[in-house]
């Protein structure tokens, strides 16, 4: 068995069996065969299952119904700073894609980078929720350049940290990290209007006037 007959025949059994969830327990009740693939051929860093690479490669209508244990629950050990370090180890030359993927493979990086270090962060790690902060901003300021729909979030720095720190306690199974980190902000920035910084030497209009001669000072409020 390899990594896509696995998958192949998870995607079966769940389009067969039709059950409303599904998990660890599941898989190696009804598929023993694939849950000791995974056990011996598909680890974190941290040495358990990789269930987020496992399941981020079904059919995308049947990863909702995935129902993983200890979403987000603190470990004991979980804060030791080496699980962070040893995922950065392990992708150093792939921390590039942060800031600009050039393909699909590197995009596909950037979610194992990112999913592994919100794991850790999920479970106490204070070093790997500082990495994952740290990384996704570059990726969340070139959102803001590139793409119209994130433009609103431009110079709101300490709210965007704020909202990357919120997904990571919330994220879950479905989809990747990056995906819903994107949508999150989109939606949440529909109501907000594009901070528009200036100077008050910039010219107006003709180029003669500039915008503090504009300005008209109110003594009585001085």
């Known amino acids: 068995m390899d990594f896509l007959s696995a998958v192949t025949t998870i995607n079966k059994l769940l389009k067969t069996i039709q059950p409303p969830t599904f998990s660890s327990t599941w898989i190696h009740t009804q598929a023993p065969q694939v849950y000791r693939f995974l056990q011996r051929n ?12 496992f399941t981020r490669a079904l059919d995308r209508r049947l990863q909702r119904r995935w129902n993983g244990s200890r979403r987000g629950r603190p470990s004991k050990g979980a804060g030791d700073g080496k699980a962070a370090e040893r995922i950065l180890d392990r992708h150093r030359d792939k921390l590039y894609t942060f800031l600009s993927p050039q393909n699909a493979d590197d995009e596909q990086a950037r979610d194992t980078i990112s999913i592994a270090l919100v794991r850790s962060a999920q479970r106490g790690n204070a070093d790997a929720r500082r990495e994952i902060v740290d990384l996704i901003q570059y990726t969340v300021y070139a959102w803001i350049e590139q793409d119209p729909k994130l433009s609103c979030w431009a110079g709101r720095n300490d709210v965007i940290q704020e909202r990357i720190e919120g997904c990571i306690r919330r994220y879950r199974y479905s989809g990747t990290f990056i995906g819903y980190l994107f949508k999150t902000l989109e939606y ?3 109501g907000l209007r594009p901070i528009v910084a200036f100077s008050l030497d910039d010219h107006l ?9 504009r300005f008209v000072l109110d003594h009585e409020t001085f």
């Open 42 to 53: 598909v680890r974190t860093e941290t040495g358990g299952i990789d269930w987020d690479r």
């Open 205 to 213: 209009y003709s180029g003669k006037t500039r915008r503090i001669e």
């Open 188 to 190: 949440a920035g529909r």
